[in-house]
């Protein structure tokens, strides 16, 4: 069984950073795509970015501002959010999927995924 732990999250004046950071257990290789989600009250869950052996993938909404990295050594997936906006307040979830992202699309669709953490929320006041 795979638990994916957050931390990290807080609350930010816009134009600040936050570094989110997930916590992997159990059984997760290299081969598996991780994710970032994000839900913001009376949204639906979308994804931020994700990561598998040969390519990361972002939302256009965050391209050039977060950067996601894993180290599978430690089994932690990280999130850096730099020139944070007050839209991207939000729960953040780390997700975790058996197989590869395949492509843009695919890796941002919550059905892709087998595990969740609990959430970290981020707030941005402008």
């Known amino acids: 069984q795979v638990q994916l732990v957050e931390s990290g999250g807080g609350s930010v004046q816009a134009g600040g950073s936050l570094r989110l950071s997930c916590a992997a257990s159990?059984?997760?290789?290299?081969?598996?795509?991780m994710g970032w989600f994000r839900q913001a009250p009376g949204k639906e869950r979308e994804g931020v970015a994700a990561?598998?052996?040969?390519?990361?993938f972002y939302a256009d909404s965050v391209k050039g501002r977060f950067t996601i990295s894993q180290d599978n050594a430690k089994n932690t997936l990280s999130l850096q959010m730099n020139s944070l906006k007050p839209e991207d307040t939000a729960m953040y979830y780390c997700?975790?999927?058996?197989?590869?992202?395949?492509?843009?699309?695919?890796?941002?669709?919550?059905?892709?995924?087998?595990?969740w953490g609990q959430g970290t929320q981020v707030t941005v006041s402008s």
């Open positions: 159990g059984y997760i290789d290299s081969s598996y795509c």
């Open positions: 997700a975790a999927a058996r197989g590869s992202c395949y492509y843009s699309d695919y890796a941002f669709r919550t059905d892709h995924y087998n595990y």
């Open positions: 990561i598998d052996t040969f390519r990361t």
